[in-house]
């Protein structure tokens, strides 16, 4: 289902013609309106949430206050602690002092709310919607007759068009004519189809859609915005039409040998196999990317248990080695056993600093 509206050109809003169903606009035809978007209940809930989302968005959040701490000066007691009668101060910039700092200010936030694309959609042909039903939406083919712009012919042609306070015009950007017309007339607010938005429907009494931003607008913007929801039936018989116009690769007895060697699937056993190759090949490097600490090193278990024989921990990449019964013996996750600490001095691991000038007064003792 769609909705018929006059398309009234200049000549014709000359003549007195001015509401949509006006006896004249035969000269310049007739546009077809989608129900699915000049003809949807209105959901003034959804309007509602989404203009303030909009107003919201507008905000410029720099709104800044100083607390007591941001405050230049006050560093200074004012006044001794006791002695004076009066309430103990420490510093002139707390909140209760002219000048001081303030409490639960305003700081620098953001506004905006989150707002899904598909609300906004239904929220903008709901208003769209509302002053359609209401005779409030007209469609020109132009506002200024010739190539030259006129702010007083197009201020004629709009007064005939809408008698309303304010209008809002919706026109391509490439109308250059129709934007040097109107943008000092300070009742007109002017809109280019893909900044149409549901805010400024609202506070404009009546729409004027130029022909050429109405076909834009029901076409939708170019990279995949689309400002409908819905794509029509010939949108749709478009897209068909191009799937089948691609042609359809063979696959099977026809495919190439290159693209039927891409379709073979290898058996699970194969891949299995491979996995299991790597994994042995992944094993073997690690064995033999281990350093070599010497015969009387040893490489840590599965379950970092203390290997029998060797009870001194080595950690390669402090490169210290902890005795049992030393402070981080317990704590130390072992890269290397050593059987004596003789061995694990060979490999170029040493004590840890604190423990060092013990190990020396032992040795002396000895």
């Not at 190539?147 to 709009?158: F, I, V, Y």
């Not at 913007?221 to 359809?248: F, T």
Request: charged share 25%.
């Amino acid at each position: 289902m769609t909705l018929s509206l006059t398309v009234q050109s200049p000549a014709d809003a000359e003549s007195g013609s001015a509401k949509s169903g006006a006896k004249a606009g035969a000269k310049a035809g007739k546009v077809e309106l989608p129900a699915e978007i000049f003809d949807v209940p209105t959901n003034v809930s959804l309007i509602h949430q989404v203009v303030v989302a909009q107003l919201a968005a507008a905000r410029q959040g720099t709104a800044s206050t100083k607390t007591r701490g941001e405050v230049r000066g006050g560093g200074k007691k004012p006044y001794r602690q006791k002695g004076t009668g009066r309430a103990r101060q420490g510093s002139t910039r707390a909140p209760q002092f002219v000048g001081g700092g303030v409490v639960h200010g305003p700081r620098p936030r953001s506004y905006d709310q989150r707002t899904p694309k598909k609300m906004k959609v239904a929220a903008l042909r709901g208003a769209l919607s509302d002053r359609a039903r209401n005779d409030r939406l007209f469609v020109v083919s132009s506002l200024v007759t010739g190539d030259a712009p006129s702010t007083k012919n197009a201020a004629a042609t709009l007064a005939k068009v809408s008698t309303a306070r304010h209008v809002l015009v919706v026109a391509e950007r490439t109308d250059e004519i129709t934007w040097k017309s109107l943008r000092n007339i300070s009742t007109v607010h002017l809109l280019e189809p893909g900044q149409l938005n549901t805010y400024d429907v609202l506070i404009s009494d009546e729409i004027v859609f130029t022909k050429s931003a109405l076909d834009v607008f029901l076409a939708g913007p170019i990279k995949g915005k689309s400002a409908k929801a819905s794509a029509s039936s010939a949108e749709v018989d478009e897209l068909v039409v191009a799937d089948e116009a691609v042609e359809a690769e063979p696959v099977g007895a026809e495919a190439t040998p290159a693209k039927a060697a891409k379709l073979t699937k290898k058996p699970a056993t194969a891949d299995v196999t491979e996995k299991a190759d790597v994994t042995e090949q992944a094993d073997d490097t690690e064995v033999a990317d281990a350093p070599d600490y010497g015969p009387d090193s040893h490489l840590p278990l599965d379950d970092d248990a203390e290997p029998a024989g060797f009870p001194i921990k080595g950690n390669a990449s402090s490169m210290l080695y902890h005795v049992p019964g030393s402070a981080f013996y317990k704590r130390t996750i072992a890269e290397v056993w050593f059987r004596t600490a003789e061995a694990a001095e060979a490999a170029g691991f040493e004590l840890p600093p604190s423990q060092r000038g013990k190990a020396a007064s032992e040795e002396e003792d000895n």
